[in-house]
C-alpha cells in the first residue's frame, strides 16, 4: 500500500527542475502578488490553476508535507483512481506553472494585515497580497500503539473510500479510539466479513446498546482489552497483541486518527471557528470565503472529511470566488474615480 517515505518526501520535494528554479528566481524579484495560496496540495494547486487561467498574479507557498504522503496511491478521483500521490502533485505543479503561477518550497509562519496581506515565511522572506486562499490541511495524530505508525498507509489503515477495494476480504480489525469508532467498524464490514472490534480503551460498557446490537448484524467480533502491539513477519501484519498477551490474527488494522487542522494562519487573522468532533475548523461559506474578508479556506484546512477530490474542488470555487470579487472590487474603484 505505501512507498518508502523517504521516497516520498523525496519526490513531493521536487517542484521539477523547470517549475522550481524559473519560479524562484521570479518570486526573489517581486514580492507583491494578487494571490498567494497558502498550501500546495489538491485543493492549494486547484485554486492556482484557476487563478492563473484567470491571469492574476498568484503565488503557491508550498511547505511540502501533503497528508497523504504515506499512501502509494489514491482512489475515488475520477480519472486518477489508482495514481500516486506524488505523482498528482508534481503533474498539478506542471500544469499551474504553465499559466505564470510562481512556485516556493517554503513555510508561511505568520500573517498579518494593513490593507493587503503580508506573510512571512519560515526563510525569513515577506510576502505580499491582495487577497489569501488557506489550504493549509491538517496532520493525522496516530493512536500511540507501538508499530501503528511504522505500518500507516500500508496495512494500518484509517479510510475505507480511499483503501477498503484494495484490502477487500482481509481479516480486518478496527482500533477503537472512543465510542464514535463503532461507526469505522460498522462501514468498514462492506469489504470484509471477517472483522474484529478491538475495544482498546474503551470499555464495552460505554457502548450504546444499539450499537451493540448493529455491531451483531454486522457480524463484527468486539474484543475488550487494551491493544499493546502489532506483530509484523515479512514486512506484513499479521496480528495484534493485547497486553494479556493474546495475540488474534489481523491483516489490516484500521483506525482513528486524531485530525490536527494546520489553521494557526487563520487564527491570527481572527477568523471564527466552529468546533466539530473531529476538531475546530474555519466557518466558511459556499465557496471557502472565512470570516475575514479577503481571505478562503479549502481542502482539510475546513474539515476532516475533504477527500483529495473535494479538495480540488473546493480550491476551484474559493479562487473563482476570489477573481471576482477582485475584479469587481476594481471596477467599482474605478467608476469612483
Known sequence: MNENPTETREATETLGAAVSHQAIETYEAAETYEAIVVGGGSAGLSAALVLGRARRRT??????????????????????????????????????????????????????????????????????????????????????????????????????????????????????????????????????????????????????????????????TVVPGEVAGLAVEDDRLTAVRLADGSAHAREVLFVSPRPVPQTGLLERLGAAFHDTPFGSYPVVDAVGLTSVPGVWAAGNAIGFAEQVVHAASGGYRAAAALNGELLMTDLDAAVRV
Open 59 to 220: 503565488l503557491v507557498v508550498d511547505a511540502g508535507e501533503p497528508r497523504n504522503a504515506p499512501a502509494a496511491h489514491m482512489q475515488g478521483y475520477l480519472s486518477r483512481d489508482g495514481m500516486p500521490p506524488a505523482d498528482f502533485l508534481a503533474l498539478g505543479r506542471e500544469e499551474v506553472a504553465r499559466y505564470g503561477v510562481e512556485l516556493v518550497r517554503d513555510r508561511a509562519v505568520d500573517v498579518t494585515r494593513d490593507g493587503d496581506f503580508t506573510v512571512a515565511l519560515a526563510s525569513g522572506r515577506t510576502v505580499r497580497a491582495r487577497r489569501l486562499i488557506v489550504t493549509t490541511g491538517l496532520r493525522d495524530e496516530l493512536p500511540p500503539v507501538p508499530g501503528v505508525a511504522e505500518r500507516f498507509g500500508r496495512d494500518v489503515l484509517h479510510c475505507p473510500y480511499c483503501h477498503g477495494w484494495e484490502v477487500r476480504d482481509r481479516a480486518f480489525g478496527v482500533l477503537a479510539a472512543s465510542p464514535l469508532s463503532v461507526h469505522q467498524a460498522l462501514i468498514v464490514s462492506q469489504w470484509s466479513k471477517d472483522v474484529t472490534f478491538f475495544l482498546h480503551t474503551v470499555a464495552e460498557e460505554e457502548l450504546p446498546d444499539d450499537d451493540l446490537r448493529r455491531l451483531a448484524a454486522a457480524g463484527v
